[in-house]
């Protein structure tokens, strides 16, 4: 696997959708982000943030692999 030390997104366009993901996750978790910096959270609720990002991003996969499209 290689390295991408410039870290640079492979698909630039998808970073306003991811940070719209993280904000609709945070505030269904009860979590209040900030637009911009958010290293003032705790580890614990950035990582339920980022779980349940991961949760929808494999759900939706797996709709859109059988074919259903919720």
């Known amino acids: 696997m290689s390295s991408n030390s410039n870290k ?3 698909v630039p366009e998808a970073k306003q959708a991811m ?6 996750v ?3 978790l009860g979590i ?5 910096y ?3 959270i705790t580890a614990k609720d ?5 779980g349940q990002m991961v949760k929808r991003m ?4 797996e709709s859109k692999m059988s074919g259903n499209n919720r």
Do not use: Y
């Open 58 to 61: 494999i759900s939706a996969q």
């Open 19 to 24: 940070n719209n993901m993280k904000h609709e």
């Open 32 to 36: 209040t982000l900030n637009q911009g």
């Open 38 to 40: 958010n290293g003032n």
């Open 46 to 50: 950035a990582g339920h943030i980022g």
């Open 8 to 10: 640079m997104p492979n």
């Open 26 to 28: 945070a505030n269904s």
